[in-house]
């Protein structure tokens, strides 16, 4: 297809080359983050039309981003130093002089926005699609993301697909013709779904072009081209029994927001392809839990729920019974009784203690909340989840961070960053009009565009959702499912602690009881190595080995099992980890407050005498402060600089900057020495405070402050 408008860097000819675009479009591609001062003006030109939201169609998606537009065969330079409308008038000469009325098309929409400043959008729903009407600003950031990941789509020759739990990154030419399985490298176990990481980023892809295809040439006829490849694919899934790419898969072939792209005919083939593989394995692995799934979920053994309730036949049963309804399959009732049985049994074990944290509930939720609100699942079913929808969605609202709230802590093998999928659960309850947390849209409008599935940027659209300020979260203390919660406040400043207490066995395979992260300005300060590295090496034994956690090592056990009571009252978290280790000479408790100025304390005891130790893992970017072992007057503790760049990846944000806290301890028989600061192997960035073993008489307290310091400028 010939390129339309200009020529930006890594398109792909007719003829496969890979050509290189001159100008605006390759720098603003190509340009770090950098202050407004040093800034080319071809970059600011492109903010300050963020700011004012001009957006209209004959310019089209990519020049709002790329910062010019070319005709064929005519080429204009950004007029220097002038007003940025006039800039644009010049690119354009068909734009309005006032910029008044403009008309923008968008996802099966059209409609007329009165001025720049706040213009309105209505979007209307297409013949079988699913948008409802809405009115939404154009300086919406959900649009702008939107159109961002469209135009980078329509530009990539490849899929690039971040393998990141085993280190290795690859790259998939278009089009492709099947389903990539292998992740490329050699394991030492097997039946792990390498697939999905695939299928994450092509899923975001096509949605991210399906949101402008109605308007925009080019990326209607990649989609088409994607979309005309995936269903021509000999086989949606990876492993012998339903897994996360049918999940997936099958539920994008039941999206008449992808499939009203796709050829009907070609399309129909590809569902009931699909359906067949699904309903194949589904069957399969039905008859092996068949007698668990008649028991009383309520009484499974741990090792009988482990088989039949794990996530992946969850998402991938889910996902073929979509395709199913889609394609009108004669066996669709076969699977809604199965799948059926899935969630009551899924949301039974939820009640009493199930969670795999935020990441992976979450995960969850954003295949049952679909298949539940479209009407695929029996009332027996619904009664189920009535108890738990907005149980779910609760740890997505807690557990950001102060400054960058789609920051979630990162305990028990949660993917923060990799794994936004819980929003998506969220979102799809405040559009539809499911059960949800009080507040929970406004919540949703502080999140960062950036850091969500496309997806759920759909659905703030959908919902209109607009941008809100952090005080719209949550705050206070909270015992959620698998993690219990301290918060001052939401705003940049304040300070958020969690804990994980992990209720049942299962847990998602990390096992880090009693362990904490601090976090504050959009970042952990206090962090935790997160997500389990699958390969072995030593980045493995670094997020699981016994010093991968902030909790205390008693007699050279961590705490890999489940904690006894959890108390939980305002400023203050009580745990008993004496269940959690394989064998204690004693009772070990952990107690942790948090003061409303923002002061940590973790007094951890054990009632017999018992040789402890600890680490601390402070944030990647992160210097510790050893100042008073060295002759200055400055305590222990962790700095960060003020060209430190916070998650924002921008220095002066709020959520960034200078910050310093001070860290002291009472109960051991040394002081804190910089010996004890290690970047351990297989780190992912963090620098450790590694004690070494103390010999503790029964009874004995150790209390570990951190606390923010006061810096007043000094006077010169």
């Known amino acids: 297809m010939p390129a339309r408008g200009h020529q930006g860097f890594g398109r792909r000819r007719t003829d496969g080359q890979v050509i290189v675009g001159e100008g605006p479009a390759m720098l603003l591609h190509r340009m770090p983050q950098r202050p407004d001062a040093a800034r080319p003006h071809a970059v600011q030109l492109q903010d300050r039309c963020h700011r004012h939201a001009i957006e209209f169609v004959q310019i089209g998606v990519s020049s709002v981003f790329e910062g010019a537009h070319r005709r064929p065969g005519h080429r204009r330079k950004l007029n220097h130093g002038a007003d940025p409308t006039g800039d644009l008038r010049k690119i354009c000469p068909t734009m309005p002089v006032d910029c008044g009325k403009v008309t923008t098309s968008f996802r099966g929409t059209t409609a007329q926005q009165e001025g720049h400043r706040r213009p309105q959008k209505e979007w209307h729903r297409r013949p079988g699609g699913t948008m409802t009407t809405i009115s939404t600003h154009a300086d919406s950031p959900w649009l702008t993301e939107l159109a961002r990941r469209a135009e980078a789509a329509v530009e990539a020759y490849a899929i690039s697909v971040d393998y990141y739990r085993i280190r290795r990154r690859l790259a998939w030419p278009r089009p492709v013709t099947a389903l990539p399985t292998e992740a490329g490298v050699a394991l030492d176990f097997t039946g792990y779904p390498w697939s999905i990481w695939f299928c994450w980023t092509w899923e975001d892809r096509l949605y991210a072009l399906s949101a402008v295809a109605d308007s925009d040439d080019r990326a209607r006829a990649t989609l088409r081209e994607d979309l005309g490849a995936m269903l021509g694919w000999p086989r949606f899934h990876q492993l012998s029994r339903p897994d996360l790419a049918l999940g997936h898969l099958g539920r994008m072939l039941a999206d008449p927001q992808l499939t009203s792209h796709a050829d009907p005919q070609a399309l129909t083939a590809a569902q009931h392809r699909l359906v067949e593989q699904g309903l ?260 493995r034994e670094f997020t699981t080995g016994v010093r991968a956690h902030n909790a205390p090592v008693v ?162």
């Open 555 to 716: 007699n050279g056990q961590h705490a890999a099992g489940v904690p006894g009571e959890v108390t939980v009252t305002d400023g203050r978290i009580t745990i008993d980890l004496t269940p959690a280790y394989s064998s204690t000479p004693g009772r070990v408790t952990r107690e942790i407050t948090l003061s409303a100025s923002g002061q940590v304390e973790v007094t951890d005891r054990c009632d017999a005498a018992a040789e402890l130790s600890w680490t601390w893992h402070g944030h990647p970017g992160a210097a510790w402060s050893f100042g008073e072992q060295v002759g200055l007057h400055e305590p222990v503790g962790l700095h960060f600089g003020s060209e430190e760049r916070g998650c924002c990846g921008t220095p002066t944000a709020p959520c960034c900057g200078g910050d310093d806290w001070h860290l002291t301890v009472t109960g051991l028989t040394a002081a804190i020495e910089p010996g004890w600061q290690h970047r351990l192997r297989g780190s992912r960035g963090q620098q450790s405070l590694c004690t070494p073993t103390f010999s503790l008489p029964a009874g004995a307290a150790v209390t570990w402050t951190f606390a923010r310091l006061d810096r007043t400028p000094r006077s010169v």
């Open 280 to 539: 194949a394995l589904v069957r399969d692995h039905r008859a092996a839990s068949e007698q668990a799934l008649q028991q009383d979920p309520t009484d499974w053994d741990l090792t009988t729920a482990k088989r039949v309730i794990a996530n992946i036949p969850i998402i991938g049963t889910l996902g073929t019974l979509l395709a199913a309804r889609a394609a009108d399959h004669p066996d669709t009732d076969e699977l809604e009784a199965y799948a059926a049985a899935l969630v009551r049994a899924r949301a039974a074990r939820h009640r009493t203690g199930l969670s795999e944290t935020v990441a992976y509930d979450g995960y969850v939720a954003s295949f049952l909340f679909p298949t539940a609100s479209s009407g695929h699942l029996n009332a027996h079913a619904k009664l189920e989840l009535d108890p738990v929808w907005t149980s779910l969605q609760e740890s997505s609202l807690w557990l950001g961070v102060p400054g960058n709230p789609a920051l979630v802590a990162p305990l028990g093998d949660c993917e923060p960053v990799q794994m936004p999928h819980h929003f998506e659960a969220v979102s799809h309850a405040v559009r539809h009009g499911l059960p949800t947390p009080a507040g929970a849209a406004e919540a949703l409008g502080t999140l960062p565009a950036r850091a969500l599935t496309t997806r759920t940027l759909l659905d703030l659209v959908g919902a209109d959702v607009r941008p809100a300020e952090s005080q719209a979260l949550p705050h206070g203390h909270r015992q959620l499912a698998s993690t219990a919660v301290l918060s001052t406040g939401r705003g940049a400043d304040d300070v958020t602690v969690a804990v994980s207490t992990p209720r049942d066995g299962f847990s998602h395979i990390v096992g880090d009881a009693g362990s904490i992260v601090v976090g504050s300005r959009g970042r952990w300060l206090v962090d935790d190595p997160g997500y389990q590295q699958y390969l072995a090496t030593s980045e």
